[in-house]
């Protein structure tokens, strides 16, 4: 045995197995790096017991994951309707008709559910244009809030019972209190049961009526009436605070022709001008191309100063701001002889006089003024409602029927209707819901919704537009009509009542049927007249006006919302959760004051930027007491530029009975008590208000907090684009060179979309989807935000989410401020998703759930998206709307929405509710993003037809839910790569304004805008700039 | 090759008079003794927070995102600004471990077990917040690129979120690894020492059946550079990654191309500063002073001055260019919404300044660097300053972006958005005391490394190399073996 020179161990002196072992490990000549072979399937478990314990896992997930699932049953007809085809809608005319306003309009049916309207293009009024209320009016019908049976005494009753308890108590005179009726068998039908009941006579009501000017234009031209107007052919337009085209008399057919005015020709730009005179920050003020500020008790002595100075004399009485407003209007008014127009929101007679002297004195009667049609929005007398409550209270009526008014809520001396009510024998309501004034009646029998209802409306004078049901009732309701001539003992159904009516007068009943179809009667030729003028009337008034001197204390304004109206909206969700376009405000109303008052009642300067900051940024706004005559109401104060520094704005339509639904719960105060009846007409202004702070806050639901694009660092005119129209005119090409500069780090506008980016240029051949909007034609009324909540089932959320910036909308119309603050230019401005090219939001999705289609649409794809929220965050428009919660009931997790959501939006979620929805349209879950799709179900619809009857497709086949609805045809869409397409020749034909928002960015969208054109002089234009810098 | 000698003028990394066997009884005594009184306290209060913020993100997963106050134009607030605060964080460990490895600074093998321990329980903190700001949490492995039945739908990999997904998981697997085999020695030691039997199986399953052959060491040695090399480019590239996240957007005050760098000496700042914080404590509690010395927290205050100097000049840097570009959306970010102390979020940003780029200065003297108070104060003044830089990049580039009608309403987080964060402390805690309670908070075998070369006692034995002419020191280190 060879013996080792040196041993550490016996185990080494003996070379031991164990050691032999060890000393593998221990190599010390070199580092042999020893390969184990024995593999994965060598190991100790075997193939088997894998397979084992994957079936067991798998089966034990299986287990866990087969919750029971709750089962919908979706039942399929036994005998089909034939008119029916399960996914294809059907189209009926109809008519929108709530009170006095009448929108001759088409609805969509699905499945037997109306779930969308949209205006009749076949209605030479509109135009096939719509308001948000239209636009909402469909909701209406699936409220749960509706009355869903007659009832005496608050039981619930058949109709049989109720008509024999009324036959028996109908003896004698009776009162018929309804809104302006515009049907003319209604109106028949109303005869024939005050001829029935002798004694007995019909009051027209009116919330907010036009007594004044009613009554004025009898005073001048003999006939109690309101003509039409035509603002379309008026080159100026001078109005003292009319708000015509938010909420004065017609609004969707003064919009759609003062638009007319408003688009510009560029090779040969001309438009109207519109001068305005503003008590409070209005949708019509906002759109004027001057504004003069004034108090309300001002708008007289305004009267009576421009009526002097279109006659060529002095104009007195009033500041010398004003003065110079007068001025212009009255240089504009007589530079324009005979297209012409002046129009007052007065609802005093004697300043409605003094405004007919104008117009006449400026060609406007007969002209834009016609006499020839005459209009019958609003009938009501208010002098003749406040005859029958007196009449109440000194207990001499004893029966009285309610349709459509609402006069416990609306009368400014409510306590005063009802005392009187409480002496009234029999008292009958037949309004669709339990309103204040019908739940003080002992007989309610709901009236059907209009799109339910037969019936006929005649808005203009010679011109019908028809109701057609677009569903059986839904609940135990009976027509108005059918009760009245029950009970004057005609046992016509008023089905027939209104077929027989127009058959006679259509030739027939195929005359009926081919009417009814188009939905509209349009005279052969319009009638344009003028009527004469009574001069003695305008002195008398002229001497009234003078009497009365304007106010030096604090005035108050009380308004109506565009979509709230005088309350007709408020239980509308759609409605409440539409951003007011002056101040963007939702769910309440709240005091307006101007900076100017802001300063010294709250100590807010807005021109401060910290506070500033800090009014924006914090929902909570201070409230304040209002007192006036010995009423006081507290509200929030909203600081809106461009409101006369001494007076202040309420709107009515707030404060509603909670019978009304879910939407009117918390939301706002009740303003019409403020009112006052003055010289036989109620008057929405005081003067003397007194304002105190009450110190405390309350929490403002606004979609929008900042207004000016103005920064501390630079104007950011890529982001909106303003111009007078003498620039214009000076330089046409002053945008397109803007847009040059701006363009010009990156090879200029020409070479832009290949040298901003280092990727290669890409073909886009095919379809390629495109927008236009023309800011000179929008208004801002918000017509087609709630067109797009309706087509597109965009989630209400409630008040509690938008104060927190979690509102849906697909579709938002911003506003910006420009020059001085207190009177400042207004600019609206849509936005939707701007479908770029080179979208910044499609390349950070992680999971790729947005892209990008070969028609040039950035679509979203809800059932792919995770929710990280980095497109939204991307966008450089912040158009993306995230689920923060489950919204709408579509969620997988159980019990998940009571606590978190309110009840408005559970209301939303309710069966009778959902039946609004768009069955085209997915109904987003919580946790994904959505936005607007270019209302891709409507291209695929268009596409398809035309793929079915083997034709291109053209641009009339697709009309989307916001161009459809808008009632000035703002909004342009088509393909623009198709160069017959109206897309394409509009932007064609204003290249000089055309421009993108955030161009620079190089993210290429498919949405152009025309940029907004004032018709200011250039002096005024240069008053801004200066003002500006 | 190490040199087996060190200057005299080099401050010994252990101190006392420390034998190999002494090094072991420290290190280990803690897995070995009962936890204390306060121990228990303290995982109590951990575990506390844990349970609240997971009952945090209950509701959020089953009520929605809207139990945030993020909204349309805010999409991202706390949940983000956590996220790249925690993988901030985890950024110090794997610095290192690995970078400090490669260079040979044998001052790391003091603090390295727990920083790495640290980086792996502020990564997995880190990953909730991208995982649970999801709006459908349940549809996360959407972002995983698997072969599926959906036809050829894959992920986008031009999403710097996707990127995030790899850049993470790639780190927290890799430190993952780096921090194991580096523990092996040590649990076999643990096990060798072991007192019970569950203690000897459980403490052997975990060391792999290391026998502390030369073999074992080689491959062991081998495998820490390799995992060391393939951590370093890690450290830098996380936080650029995540820095992508905002520097490849559209927005102002995110599009700027200066944050990979910043953002990675801002990750390497805040990790830096949560090491000082726990290391101050686990030396003092458990009575580790002599081998966490001051001088490690002096040169770690001086990554911190350098780092949060770096940082300063970003800033600075980003405020010049909100100026210099004259472009009017950065502008009004850099100068309004940020500079200007008294716009909404004035105070985030002057409080990250001062937190972030004053403070820090005070370590340019030694006497504060040395001053373990200050220090502890200091790390947590940078931790709240890294965090505020965090919410100032997201919340205040935000919140008033292109359009100023989508400015935001003031945004300040829910009770459940702050339980998240808190939540995650308690995540972090809980790891970090189970750490502390079962594994040697400091490299035992590390430390022995360096025992004899940088130990308080060994130095004078240099004293006779020190006294040595040029040319036997040269040869005797040239022979050295």
Not at chain 2, 350 to 378: D, E, Y
Not at chain 2, 451 to 478: C, M, N
Request: hydrophobic letters at 40%; a neutral charge.
């Amino acid at each position: 045995m060879e013996q080792n020179k040196n041993w550490q161990s016996f185990g080494e002196l003996n070379k031991s197995e164990a050691y032999n072992k060890e000393v593998n490990n221990e190599f010390k000549e070199e580092l042999p790096f020893v390969e184990d072979h024995s593999g994965f399937l060598q190991s100790k478990a075997p193939r088997r017991d894998f397979l084992k314990y994957l079936g067991f896992s798998t089966a034990a997930a299986a287990v866990a994951a087969s919750c029971e699932m709750p089962i919908k049953k979706a039942i399929p007809f036994a005998n089909k309707p034939e008119d029916i085809v399960p996914g294809i809608a059907d189209y009926y005319a109809t008519t929108y008709v709530q009170d006095g306003d009448v929108v001759s309009v088409i609805a969509k049916v699905r499945d037997g559910r109306p779930i969308k309207l949209e205006g009749n293009s076949l209605s030479p009024i509109t135009g096939g244009g719509t308001s948000a209320r239209v636009q909402a009016s469909v909701l209406d019908l699936y409220d749960t809030a509706r009355l869903r049976f007659p009832t005496i005494a608050g039981k619930e009753a058949t109709f049989e019972a109720v008509d024999k308890a009324v036959a028996a108590e109908l003896n004698g005179a009776a009162v018929i209190v309804t809104s302006t009726i515009t049907s003319p068998s209604t109106k028949a039908v109303i005869a024939q049961f005050l001829a029935k009941h002798p004694g007995s006579k019909h009051v027209t009501y009116d919330a907010v009526s036009f007594s004044g000017m009613l009554l004025a234009n009898e005073a001048s031209y003999g006939k109690r009436v309101i003509p039409s107007y035509h603002f379309e052919k008026a080159k100026a337009i001078v109005s003292l605070s009319a708000d015509f085209l938010g909420t004065w008399l017609s609004p969707v057919e003064f919009a759609r022709q003062y638009a007319t005015g408003k688009k510009i020709n560029e090779k040969n730009p001309a438009m109207s001008k519109h001068i305005h005179f503003e008590t409070v920050a209005s949708l019509t003020g906002s759109n004027a191309d001057e504004k003069y500020l004034c108090r309300p008790s001002e708008i007289g002595a305004i009267a009576v100063a421009l009526l002097s100075a279109v006659k060529g004399g002095e104009i007195a009485g009033v500041d010398a701001k004003l003065k110079a407003g007068i001025e212009a209007a009255a240089k504009a008014l007589t530079a324009n002889k005979g297209a012409a127009l002046v129009v007052a929101g007065s609802n005093d007679k004697d300043v409605q006089v003094i405004v007919n002297a104008i117009n006449d004195a400026i060609g406007a009667n007969g002209t834009t003024i016609n006499f020839g049609a005459t209009v019958n929005y609003r009938q009501g007398i208010d002098s003749d409602f406040a005859a029958l409550v007196d009449d109440m209270n000194a207990g001499k009526v004893n029966a009285i029927l309610f349709h459509g008014a609402n006069p416990v809520y609306t009368w400014p001396q409510a306590d005063k209707v009802k005392s009187g009510l409480a002496k009234v024998k029999t008292t009958i309501s037949f309004n669709g819901k339990l309103d204040e004034t019908a739940a003080v009646c002992k007989y309610v029998l709901p009236d059907h919704h209009f799109l339910e209802s037969w019936g006929d409306a005649e808005p203009v004078t010679g011109h019908i537009s028809f109701i057609q049901p677009t569903i059986a009732p839904l609940f135990k309701t009976r027509a108005f009509q059918d009760s009245l001539l029950l009970w004057s003992g005609d046992a016509t159904e008023y089905t027939n009542y209104v077929k027989n009516f127009w058959s006679a007068k259509l030739g027939g009943e195929n005359g009926w049927n081919k009417t009814l179809q188009e939905g509209v009667i349009n005279p052969a030729t319009p009638v344009v007249s003028g009527a004469s003028i009574n001069s003695s009337a305008v002195a008398a008034a002229l001497i009234a006006v003078n009497a009365s001197k304007p106010s030096t204390k604090i005035e108050l304004a009380l308004y109506q919302k565009v979509g709230i109206g005088a309350g007709q909206g408020a239980s509308n969700p759609w409605l409440q959760e539409l951003p007011d376009p002056v101040t963007r405000a939702t769910w309440d109303n709240y005091i307006i004051v101007s900076p100017a008052m802001a300063k010294t009642l709250l100590n807010i300067d807005l021109n401060n930027g910290g506070q500033a900051d800090a009014y924006e940024v914090q929902p909570p706004k201070k409230v304040v007491k209002l007192t006036v005559e010995g009423k006081s109401i507290e509200l929030p104060v909203l600081i809106i530029p461009g409101t006369h520094p001494q007076t202040v704005g309420i709107a009515v339509g707030y404060g509603r009975a909670e019978s009304l639904g879910k939407a009117v719960i918390g939301t706002g105060k009740n303003a019409f008590p403020l009112a006052c009846l003055k010289n036989g007409t109620v008057n929405f202004s005081c003067s003397d208000v007194t304002l105190t702070p009450t110190g405390e806050t309350y929490p403002v639901a606004l979609t929008q907090t900042h207004f000016r694009y103005d920064t501390t660092q630079g104007n950011r005119t890529e982001v909106m684009k303003e111009l007078t129209l003498a620039e214009f005119t000076k330089n046409p090409k002053v945008i397109l060179e803007e847009r040059e500069e701006e363009a010009k780090p990156f090879g200029g506008l020409e070479k832009f979309e290949a040298e901003a980016t280092i990727y290669p240029v890409y073909e886009r051949p095919g379809i390629k989807w495109g927008m236009n909007v023309d800011l000179n034609a929008c208004n801002g009324c918000g017509a087609c935000v709630v067109a797009c909540n309706a087509e597109n089932n965009v989630a209400i959320v409630g008040k509690p989410e938008v104060l927190r910036g979690h509102e849906m909308h697909w579709l938002r119309i911003d506003k910006y401020f420009s020059g001085d603050m207190e009177n400042p230019n207004v600019v609206f401005q849509p936005l939707m998703c701007q479908h770029c090219d080179n979208a910044p939001c499609e390349n950070v999705c992680p999971v790729a759930a947005t892209n990008h289609s070969s028609e040039g649409l950035n679509q979203m794809t809800y059932n792919r998206c995770i929710g990280t929220r980095y497109c939204a965050n991307n966008c450089p428009f912040k158009v993306r709307r995230f689920n923060w919660a489950d919204y709408t009931g579509a969620d997988s997790f159980p019990d998940n929405q009571r606590g978190e959501v309110n009840d408005v939006v559970l209301n939303m979620n309710d069966d009778l509710t959902r039946m609004v929805l768009n069955p085209d349209v997915t109904v987003r879950s919580r946790g994904v993003i959505e936005k607007c799709s270019f209302c891709v179900q409507r291209l695929q619809a268009a596409k398809l037809d035309a793929k079915k009857e083997s034709r291109p497709m053209v641009d009339s086949d697709i009309k989307v839910a916001c161009q459809q609805s808008c009632p000035t045809n703002a909004i342009s869409f088509g393909n623009a790569n198709d160069k017959h397409s109206a897309i394409t020749m509009v932007r064609e034909e204003n290249e000089l304004r055309s421009f993108h928002v955030l161009e620079q960015l190089h993210v290429l969208p498919n949405v152009t805008y025309l940029a907004k054109v004032r018709n200011q002089s250039e002096a005024e234009g240069e008053k801004a700039e200066a003002k500006k810098a | 090759m190490h040199l087996k000698y060190e200057s005299q003028l080099r401050e010994p990394l252990v101190y006392g008079n420390k034998t190999y066997s002494q090094v072991t009884e420290d290190i280990l005594r803690p897995i070995e003794a009962k936890p204390s009184r306060l121990w228990y306290i303290g995982f109590f209060i951990a575990v506390s927070l844990l349970s609240f913020g997971a009952y945090s993100v209950y509701r959020e997963v089953t009520y929605g995102i809207g139990q945030w106050n993020l909204n349309k134009t805010i999409g991202w607030g706390w949940d983000i600004t956590n996220f790249v605060w925690w993988v901030g964080i985890g950024h110090a460990g794997t610095l290192i471990s690995a970078v400090l490895l490669l260079f040979r600074q044998g001052w790391r093998t003091g603090v390295n077990r727990a920083a790495e321990a640290m980086t792996i329980f502020a990564v997995m903190c880190a990953g909730q917040f991208p995982i649970f700001h999801m709006g459908r949490v349940w549809m996360a492995f959407f972002v995983m690129p698997y072969p599926n039945s959906r036809g050829p739908l894959w992920v986008n990999f031009n999403s710097p979120l996707l990127w995030d997904v790899f850049a993470i998981s790639t780190y927290f697997t890799v430190s993952l690894l780096f921090w194991y085999s580096g523990l092996l020695p040590d649990f076999a030691t643990v096990r060798d020492r072991a007192f019970t039997k569950l203690r000897k199986k459980l403490y052997g399953i975990a060391a792999f059946g290391w026998n502390g052959s030369t073999k074992h060491w080689q491959r062991h040695e081998s495998l820490s550079l390799v995992l060391a090399g393939l951590s370093t480019p890690l450290v830098l590239s996380v936080h650029t990654i995540v820095s992508f996240d905002f520097a490849t957007s559209v927005i102002p005050g995110w599009h700027t191309t200066i944050f990979p760098p910043y953002f990675v000496a801002g990750a390497i700042f805040s990790g830096f500063a949560m090491v000082q914080s726990l290391l101050i404590i686990v030396r003092k509690v458990f009575g580790l002073t002599d081998y966490i010395t001051i001088g490690h927290i002096d040169l770690m205050n001086k990554v911190i001055v350098l780092t949060g100097s770096i940082v300063g000049i970003a800033y600075l840097t980003e405020l010049f260019m909100g100026w210099y570009s004259q472009n009017k959306y950065e502008g009004y970010t850099f100068w309004y919404s940020r500079a200007y102390l008294f716009s909404p979020y004035g105070w985030s940003y002057w409080g990250m300044m001062a937190c972030n780029v004053l403070s820090p200065q005070i370590f340019w003297s030694r006497k504060m660097r040395r001053n373990v108070f200050v220090t502890f104060f200091m790390s947590i003044i940078v931790n709240i300053g890294m965090w505020f830089e965090r919410f100032v990049i997201i919340v205040t580039s935000l919140y008033r972006d292109y359009l100023p009608s989508s400015w935001s309403v003031y945004y300040s987080p829910t009770i459940w958005e702050i339980g998240f964060y808190v939540g995650t402390f308690g995540l972090f805690f809980t790891c970090f005391f189970l750490f502390a309670k079962y594994f040697p908070v400091i490299a035992v075998a590390e430390i022995k490394y360096v025992l004899k070369r940088s130990g308080e006692s060994y130095k004078p034995e240099f004293d006779a190399i020190d006294a040595q002419p040029i040319d036997t020191f040269v040869h005797d280190q040239a022979h050295a073996h």
